[in-house]
């Protein structure tokens, strides 16, 4: 006879007792802002704190900074006997003992940062960290709009595109918490040359970056001038995907081509996705995605194109659910999913 | 207190007790022949028997054929109390209940076939099944060039190209047992059109067929008389990957154009793995990969053009080990790793 018990706090199996505690830190560490929460086991968030990253100042500086917004959610929380551990969201990648090995270009001086030491050592709590994107996969899988599936990606459409992975219910971080690195899915044989060395990458296309370029191309290029091209040639560094999309809306004949393009290329990596992963759900999320279903109707009519038909017909692709708290509520979630508590 | 047991039989947790069924029986169902055998928790196997699939005489033909095959395995083992399942693997995708939902087009009348409910009435036994390139890559996790790695990928390279993914430690199935169609991963845009309807993708180039394909298209096109060119355009029909990398090792320059042109699709495709799930290994398999280590080469000095570079340096890529048995051995190892024993 053979005990089989699996422990699994997000398939809600366990009991809270009154000892156990049930209290998690997620802090969210952004090129602009630095949040701090501190969340319950089912997602309830308080005391959210934002605080400027000051990335120009070095890694040393932001991990200080770290540990001041930590002491001062533990401050406002009013005693810490309830905390079970710190999470932390980084971009980049951050290797299983919470190095960041590399992969995060805006923040100078971080790479190469020890993050959890620090954080164990001056609060005596465990830590555990992961890329930001991979963190909000896992609040979408479980607050979110991945909640009840077991097979989930998410695709973060922000300045570039990130990914995060769930599979099987559980959180996939791949070899030293490099996988879900989604964007750089090259979707467009030597496409549009990409930041990572890369041609033809998915960022390039379905990132907000990507879109305010493709629409300033379009317009230099196009004989059409719709409002939108007037509006670029007016001033094309001020042109934003809210400024696409808002053109989109009013059926403006180029904006339409910009949008079509985008959503064509973000097909492509959906569909090399369900036929690598075949998950139940992909989640759109990031800035992009403010501009909603119009986005989610061109991918889904586009995907059956990029995989097989089958995996189309079974993948729902959905908005995110948990907007711009995705990324701190996932690094509080971290806790509860990584440690005995 | 929280107790946590992990029952995780392939990392050798669990003891045998003399009580304990060890044996597994593994079917695996080719276009060509059904593979049987009966297998040790350790890969050690017994009693392999091969039979004619007679894929023509279709899907309940092959399904008594396949029931005939344990009866003749039961038969050989002698007794029968020690066997605790009988794992499955077939082309195409089977969902969870083992009901083969699609994709295995060469075998006329198997979508729909439940395949696991005849087993287990007719032996009492447990039964389980999965995609036959899934059990393969099982079986290099288990005993073959995945053993001691958490997360790898395997490419058979066939007639077609199969993808079989264990991640943490665990096989992935994807949800309705369809992920791994690593073969169907487009990366050429407008390439070369594929039997599955999409153009480009990667087994248009690297599976056995689209070797020989681009072997007669480059002899078809070139100015240069080599001694491939000369035998292709002898007996085309006759051409095989064999006989394109029987030239390579000559040094025969078309025969190598064609080697280029498969190890740098083949190397997109790992780069595509690489970028989203961050595998500690690569494994390369099936009849294409007699050529060997000359293939690998190749991927691996193209890999890092085809991904972010920290991950390349981290991912190895490398040869399968257990040659024409890794299908039925994974099929078998299908009972250790989702059954009860």
Redesign the interface.
Known sequence: M??????APHYGL?KKTASMKHLAIGIDLGGTNLKGVIMEQDGACRHLTRVPTEADKGGQHILDTIIRLIVRLIEKEGKSNQICGVGIGTPG?VDEDGTV???AENLPGWKGTQLLAPVRKRFGLPAAAANDVTAMALAEARFGAGQG???MVCLALGTGIG?G?V??G?L?K???G?????G??????N?IQCT???K?CAERYGSATGIADIARQMAEQTSQVTALVRAVRRNPAKITSKTVYDYVKKQDAVALQVHETASEMLA?VC???C??????RIILGGGVMKAGQVIIDEVVRRLP???????AD??EIVCAQLSDNAGVMGAAALVFEEM?H
Do not use: K, Q
């Open positions: 053979i005990f089989c018990i699996f422990f366990i990648f090995i590399g992969g599936v077991r097979n990914g992975i599979l099987d559980r996939y791949g070899s030293h490099m996988a879900g690195e989604l750089h899915i090259v979707v467009e044989t496409g990572c060395g890369l033809g492509r569909g090399i996705i036929n690598a992963l075949s998950p139940d194109n990029h995989c097989w038909e089958a995996i079974r993948t005995p």
